[in-house]
């Protein structure tokens, strides 16, 4: 049915959402970390979503049209690192610096807010997706 | 007993008015038509019952595609209770039906 279509692909979208607010979470817990299983400091995330066409669209309907979103995968941001001069920091190079992680808390922050907002954005979707169906069926009342 | 009703309520013009659109159709009983959108339901309901049953067990972490899938079975069977006041409606004014 098209209105179940409908919520399937705006699913789709709340999970992309959601992947791209375990990244940022991900990014604000690391913003500190200078010790990473592949040494140096903890490089920054960044989630890349993709269009992919959605499978039970209805014939008749142009295929290619109707898509759903997909997380294509998890990149590393390859910005130099921050450079901290703090010569008691046992992690800090012949010269007192430290390499610090290149993540900015207010740029994560504001990443948040746009997941926040586009996560929100879906869940409207998928009630007034609802409220259409539950109209359709008052016309039998 | 929906089924019963159903298959006496068939259409027996439908064919011809195909015939004239060039068409060929094999009428699809409305029973089979409705047998078929309750298997449909079913489904739903089962795919939301497995979801909640996942997230319940820890195993599906998306509390969003639970969600959906309770507001499939949902929608569906909001139409389900719809068709059948239909059907049950018509049944009832042919029950009164002067003799």
Redesign the interface.
């Given at each position: 049915?098209n209105?179940?279509d409908a919520?399937?692909i705006?699913?789709s979208g709340?999970?992309s959402q959601?992947a791209r607010m375990n990244v940022i979470a991900t990014n604000l817990a690391n913003a500190e970390a200078t010790r990473t299983p592949e040494g140096g400091p903890y490089k920054r995330k960044e989630v890349i979503f993709g269009s992919v066409p959605f499978k039970e669209v209805l014939e008749g309907q142009n295929k290619s049209l109707i898509s759903e979103s997909k997380v294509m995968g998890v990149i590393e941001d390859t910005r130099a690192p921050q450079m901290k001069y703090d010569p008691g920091h046992p992690d800090a190079d012949a010269q007192g610096y430290v390499a610090l992680p290149n993540v900015n808390v207010i740029q994560e922050m504001v990443n948040m807010m746009l997941a926040s907002r586009s996560y929100e954005a879906n869940?409207t979707a998928?009630q007034t997706t609802?409220d259409m169906?539950?109209r359709a069926?008052e016309i039998?009342k | 007993m929906i089924d019963r009703i159903a298959s006496s309520l068939e259409i027996k013009s439908l064919p011809s008015l195909n015939a004239q659109e060039g068409k060929v159709s094999e009428a699809a009983g409305f029973g089979e038509m409705l047998s078929k959108s309750i298997r449909e339901i079913d489904m739903l309901q089962k795919d939301a019952d497995i979801s909640i049953e996942n997230l319940a067990a820890g195993e599906n972490t998306d509390i969003h595609q639970t969600m959906i899938a309770m507001e499939k079975a949902d929608i569906a069977m909001k139409l389900m209770i719809q068709i059948r006041n239909k059907v049950v409606g018509a049944y009832e004014e042919i029950m009164r039906m002067q003799v």
């Open positions: 049915m209105f179940l919520l399937q705006s699913g709340m999970s959601s869940v998928v609802k169906a539950m069926l039998g | -």
